[in-house]
């Protein structure tokens, strides 16, 4: 071979090389490993050549080529684990990616149910605007909290059932604060609507099970309720129904912070004309609330609400109830570090009620509470931890047809401090592990120590495997704690195992749960108490919840079944309040410019002890009761069908909404209670306060 | 004595479980040349996606921005930033041509960046407002979510204008925002013309050295502002603003042919 031809096929080959590296390519496909979905990731190679892949999650990409004919590329997309491989030149890849694990603050590691729209945080949900929508629940959260899974109680009365649980069981709290009285109406049997206005309401959890540390005092539940907080844009609304009036305000205040506001007022008038209700009924609603939000620099900000609710019912000129709710708090915020924050809480909270039934009985009680608490976190991203302290004195007195012989104080100081760990131990599996300390004033027997452990494990990026196991204890009564120093807190072990399968378009979930009572207090003779009560809840829930973008459905059914040893009741009997079965389904659809819901609700009847007979006292000269065996027959169930909707439209350039609801549209006669007369000779069925209703209102937003 | 023994078992637990926290990201630079090269060349293709509104453009900025992502360690908060907006015109690009599906994932994708740029820099208030756009992009694809999707893209930018409200682009952004919501909800033209006016009174100041810096949107906000003027037959005041876009960059297709079409309906 020439020289000359050398340095031709030199040149060539070169330019065939070059031309051969140009020509190289990878390909393949890029997906999920777990879902085999594809994935549009990027695929990056040593050199910095890239693409991206596409919907179908296939790429292609030039690469130069190697005497080896493999080549080292990286493939990334957000939210996945980067993967680093040699790929053959020519090969058809099959690349899976992994998901990067979640922080430790994204995942509910309990089997709390919350209101959010955040699906991330991989939970069961109801968002904000639900609490509207949900057919029945009178834009009350605690009315909405009734279809979330746990929640035993029938729609009738405002109070939480939580898992067989006594309502004294679930403890509230707004923005941090514990609200003694939560309810607008506390009557001795049941307690209606909520103090608590949708309009200023933020968010709100309702924990069922393996309860966060920081909520002391309390064995079955609690509901933790946040105000609105900092507003960067003057919004609110005005709303006028045959209830009454609604108004809400927020608005920022330049330089300073903001303040959110709110007044509502109710007359029952004309809503009892409307629904040619008979009697002399009054229902006067007054709620005044007020939040501002100062920021005092990047990293501190304080704030300073007001709460006021007035209630007054009343039956002619037979009986009136009347009750005065009002909070004053201040708390301040400081972030301490990028990672650090703190809060502190100081509160003062009034409860005034008056029960009146002339010539009869009268009953003024007041319930004063000074508390204050501290709360920390420190956010770690593999390992959230929390933790604070907090102390409670509560001033509580009962005057009965104003005599002071009929008089009855107490006082108490209760504290408690906490330290909770939410962690990441692997990729899948979150724990928290914390615990609780806390301590009364009116015992002598010191403080009790709360240990609680909970686990998620993500199964799949959708499906969740979650245990909890807690120990909760609650002082109760403190007139019951007054009477015997040496008692004991209440207390219960819960264990509970859920599956929720969380998805873009459904939550589900699926739980059995335990709940072992133990130092109930029990009365013994000659007017003593002791903790030698016991009892249990068990059960099994169903959540369901569908979303489509025409419809959404809902549909829960909780079983339970429980027994308790208590107060009065020396054996174990059926707990009354175990409503062995409860059902709701609601339909909602979502129309252009609107929605329409339908509920329907049932429920087996919970257990009361049977009046056998009656026998003469020659002694009192009277009849006296005798009583079956505790708690032995049940109320007929419960049923009821709720309608709603609403309408928007534009009037003047602004949007106008109409609602409406009818409660109770088949008029279903349900049984609250049994009540008897004096000589015990007939039966008077006391039916629920909610006949058939029509509601109808507009309510024009301002944005 | 019991407290302090589970004070201790506590303290240990922890001691065992805890790992260091996570090292917070450094400097804001790009070192290597071959990534600076790469930003400048992603840098220039989304610009030249802006003027010939072209999908392939942004989409090859944002392949190169990802790229530059990949390769730069500690993560850098702007080139996270970059990918998102890529995302946003991708997202736009997409809802004119009823691509929903793609507008989703465009939007959804956008937001997870900005969510990381926002963890590693929670003063990064350019980063928020682009975030709440994006989710506001969103309620083309969920018309049935309006009231969440649109109060959360809302509170979004508020608190991004709230905080930097001599940012121009932050205005700009709420300004668009403004234009598309309904005017029963307070939005409309007549609501976006001052955060536009804002916006471009703002750019007029701004002086962005840092190539890795955001400048974009001068040349947007004033055509923006142009055809608000022109739906209000303010036809003079329309073509004075889209030739200062022209100004600020002449090769701005929107702007060169609203400003044809104008001329040509009233000749100076």
């Known amino acids: 071979m020439s020289r000359a031809n050398f340095f031709f096929l030199f040149f060539i080959s070169l330019i065939g090389g070059l031309h051969a590296q140009e020509a190289a390519w990878i390909e393949g496909r890029i997906f999920d490993k777990e879902t085999k979905d594809p994935l549009p990731a990027y695929v990056l190679t040593e050199d910095g050549r890239g693409s991206s892949a596409d919907a179908n999650g296939r790429f292609k990409l030039a690469v130069p080529l190697r005497p080896s004919g493999k080549v080292k590329i990286s493939i990334w997309l957000i939210g996945y684990k980067k993967k680093d491989i040699e790929a053959e030149i020519g090969k058809s890849l099959e690349i899976g990616l992994e998901l990067e694990p979640l922080p430790a603050r994204e995942i509910m590691v309990t089997a709390d149910s919350i209101v959010s729209d955040e699906k991330s945080r991989k939970t069961v949900t109801l968002n904000k605007m639900e609490v509207y929508t949900i057919p029945g629940a009178a834009a009350d959260p605690l009315y909405a909290s009734h279809v979330l899974p746990g929640v035993n109680s029938p729609p009738d009365a405002s109070s939480l059932l939580i898992r067989g649980g006594a309502p004294d069981e679930v403890a509230y709290l707004f923005d941090g604060i514990e609200i003694r009285h939560p309810f607008l109406s506390e009557a001795l049997h049941e307690s209606y609507f909520s103090i608590f206005d949708n309009q ?53 205040i330049r330089g300073v912070g903001s303040f959110v506001g709110s007044y509502n007022r109710g007359y029952s008038d004309l809503l009892t004309k409307l629904n040619s209700r008979g009697g002399e009924h009054e229902f006067r609603t007054e709620q005044i609330f007020g939040k501002f939000h100062v920021r005092i620099d990047k990293s501190n900000q304080l704030r300073v609400y007001g709460l006021y609710d007035g209630y007054r019912y009343a039956e002619g000129s037979s009986f009136s109830v009347a009750s005065k709710n009002s909070l004053g708090a201040l708390s301040w915020t400081s972030s301490l570090a990028k990672n650090i924050a703190a809060t502190l809480t100081a509160s003062a909270t009034r409860y005034d009620m008056t029960f009146d039934q002339p010539e009869s009985i009268r009953v003024e009680s007041r319930d004063d509470v000074l508390q204050s608490r501290l709360d920390a976190v420190w956010d770690l991203d593999r390992h959230f931890l929390e933790f604070g302290a907090d102390i409670q004195s509560r001033r509580l007195e009962t005057e009965l047809d104003g005599s002071s012989t009929n008089e009855y104080r107490t006082r108490a100081t209760r504290s408690g401090f906490y330290v909770n760990d939410k962690f990441r131990l692997s990729d899948r599996l979150y724990v928290n592990l914390g615990c609780r300390a806390q301590a009364l004033s009116l015992l002598d027997r010191g403080w009790s120590f709360d240990p609680r452990a909970s686990a998620a494990f993500l199964l799949t990026q959708r499906d969740i495997l979650r245990l909890s196991a807690g120990w909760y204890h609650q002082f109760g009564d403190y007139f019951v704690l007054a009477r015997n120093r040496d008692l004991r807190p209440k207390s219960a072990v819960h264990i509970a195992l859920s599956y929720d399968r969380i998805t873009e378009a459904m939550d589900l979930r699926a739980t059995l749960y335990d709940k072992e009572y133990r130092r109930l207090f029990l009365d013994g003779a000659d007017e003593t108490v002791g903790n030698g009560g016991t009892g249990y809840a068990r059960g099994a829930e169903f959540f369901v919840k569908k979303k489509d973008k025409k419809y959404e459905i809902l549909f829960v059914y909780n079983f339970l079944h429980s027994k308790r040893k208590e107060n009065d009741v020396p054996v174990l009997a059926p707990s009354p309040w ?23 609700s049932t429920a087996s009847g919970r257990p009361f002890t ?94 | 004595m019991m407290m302090r023994r589970w004070a201790l078992s506590l303290f240990l637990l922890a001691t ?69 907006l890529a995302d946003l015109q991708l997202a736009s690009y997409a809802i004119a041509t009823e691509d929903m599906a793609e507008c989703e994932r465009a939007a959804l994708e956008g937001q997870q960046y900005l969510e990381k740029a926002m963890a590693l820099d929670p003063g990064f208030a350019e980063a928020e407002a682009v975030y709440g756009y994006l989710i506001g992009l969103q309620l083309a694809v969920h018309p049935e979510q309006a009231m969440i999707l649109g109060l959360k893209s809302r509170q979004h930018l508020e608190r991004a204008l709230a905080a930097e409200p001599d940012n121009p682009r932050i205005q700009f952004l709420k300004g668009f925002y403004q234009l598309y919501v309904p005017e029963a909800f307070g939005g409309g033209p007549d609501s976006a013309l001052p955060f536009f006016e804002k916006a471009i009174a703002l750019f007029e100041k701004e002086n962005i050295i840092d190539p890795l810096k955001p400048s974009w949107g001068k040349d947007t906000a004033l055509t923006n502002a142009a055809l608000i003027y022109k739906e209000k037959k303010n036809e003079a005041k329309a073509i004075e603003l889209l030739k200062k876009a022209l100004a600020a960059n002449p090769d701005y297709g929107q702007a060169k042919s609203e400003l044809a079409a104008l001329e040509k309906k009233a000749p100076l």
């Not at chain 1, 175990?578 to 329907?600: C, M, N, Q």
């Not at chain 1, 032995?632 to 909404?657: E, T």
Request: with cysteine.
């Open chain 1, 610 to 703: 049977p009046l056998l007979e009656r026998e003469w006292d020659s002694l009192s000269q009277g009849y006296l009761p005798v009583w079956g065996a505790p708690f032995s027959d049940r109320y007929p169930a419960y049923q009821r069908m709720d309608l709603n909707g609403s309408l928007q439209f534009d009037m003047f350039k602004r949007m106008v909404i109409f609602f409406f609801g009818i409660t109770n549209v088949l008029n279903n006669g349900n049984i609250s209670r049994y009540e008897y007369g004096n000589d015990f000779s007939g039966r008077k069925d006391q039916q629920s306060i909610f006949g058939r209703s029509l509601f109808v209102g507009l309510y024009v937003p301002f944005f």
């Open chain 2, 16 to 84: 065992v479980l805890w790992l260091p926290a996570a090292a917070v990201s450094g400097a804001q630079t790009l070192n290597d040349p071959a990534v600076l090269k790469s930003f400048q060349e992603a840098k220039t293709k989304w610009q030249a996606g802006v003027n010939a509104w072209n999908r392939d453009l942004f989409k090859e900025a944002r392949d190169l921005f990802l790229g530059c992502l990949m390769r730069t360690k500690p993560e850098n908060v702007y080139l996270e930033y970059y990918v998102a």
């Open chain 1, 578 to 600: 175990e409503i062995a079965h409860s059902v709701t389904g609601i339909f909602t659809w979502k129309l252009k410019r609107g929605s329409l819901g339908i509920r329907y």
């Open chain 1, 200 to 252: 200023i309401v933020e968010n709100f959890s309702v924990a069922t099970s393996g309860f966060h540390p920081k909520y002391g005092d309390a064995l079955s539940g609690v509901m933790d309720i946040s105000a609105k907080d900092l507003v960067t844009k003057s919004e609110g609304g005005l709303g006028l129904s045959i209830m009454g009036l609604n108004s809400y305000a927020g608005f920022p």
